[in-house]
């Protein structure tokens, strides 16, 4: 679904990717764990189309995504999530949802002006899928509320929700458990499962919370200065000397 072969990313004379290599499979739910610094949101802003990466290549269903700009790259189904929450927060938590479908439609301009019955067709199903969205992630009371007022695990997940919508290949969450409470990660476990068997989407998380991470995740890619250092299941990865020592440098 997902191949990415030897990446890599310079910022002038750093090398924050180098050569790093990825295989997400269809519904597969892989995580990039790593201390910080080691280059995990930078492969995530090459994969999603925020950066050109200098090296290697991204390819999705076999087809090159790599230096194609993240709205293309949104556009082909691969969406993500931001470290900090990004969401329009001037808005409401409906119009989030409404505004992230009209970005893949673009829907036609003329279309709205003159009120078509196809575009009055599809601003209903539109709000069908909004609705759904909302009920989905337990926003429903929440659906007029401007987005900034909600609290912050509500705003995680209508940003799931605001890429889930767009009927994503991949998702991509980067550190989605930062600043849940006990409950709320346990609940985001579950989520996460939860959208790769009802909507067979593959999932590609960075993450720091270990616990969210070996729950969660079928495989696990760790990363250290930029490199590549171990790849395999939770329980592999977790008894790899390696992985422990760049832990352990870490603390
Ligand atoms: N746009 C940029 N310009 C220059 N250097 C950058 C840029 N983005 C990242 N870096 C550098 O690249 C390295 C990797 O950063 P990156 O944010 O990818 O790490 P990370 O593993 O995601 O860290 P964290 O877990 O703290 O989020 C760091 O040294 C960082 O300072």
Request: with cysteine; glycine share 10%; aromatic share 6%.
């Amino acid at each position: 679904m997902l191949d990415v072969k030897d990446l890599s990313m310079r910022f002038g004379g750093l090398l924050a990717v180098d050569g790093v290599s990825l295989e997400l499979g269809e519904k597969q739910i892989l995580a990039i764990i790593g201390p910080n610094g080691a280059g995990k949101t930078t492969v995530f802003n090459c994969i999603s189309g925020f950066y050109n990466p200098t090296g290697g290549s991204i390819l999705l269903q076999n087809t090159s995504i790599a230096g194609l700009g993240s709205h293309t790259v949104a556009r082909k189904g691969v969406v993500r999530t931001f470290q900090n929450v990004r969401l329009f927060k001037k808005m409401t938590v409906l119009e989030n949802l409404l505004v992230a479908q009209h970005q893949k439609n673009r829907a036609s301009v003329l279309a709205g002006l003159f009120n078509t019955p196809s575009f009055r067709r599809q601003e209903a199903e539109s709000i069908e899928r909004s609705l759904h969205w909302l009920d989905y992630m337990g926003l429903r009371d929440f659906a007029n509320r401007e987005a900034g007022n909600l609290a912050y695990g509500h705003q995680r997940r209508l940003e799931i929700a605001r890429c889930m919508i767009t009927e994503p290949k991949v998702l991509m969450l980067d550190e989605p458990a930062a600043g849940l409470n006990p409950q709320e990660k346990l609940d985001l476990q579950a989520l996460i499962r939860q959208l790769r068997d009802q909507y067979g989407v593959a999932i590609l998380l960075i993450e720091h919370d270990m616990g969210l991470v070996m729950g969660v995740s079928e495989r696990i890619t760790v990363m250290e200065y930029g490199k590549p250092i171990a790849h395999g299941t939770p329980e592999e990865v977790r008894n790899n000397e390696r992985v422990i020592k760049a832990y352990l440098g870490e603390a």
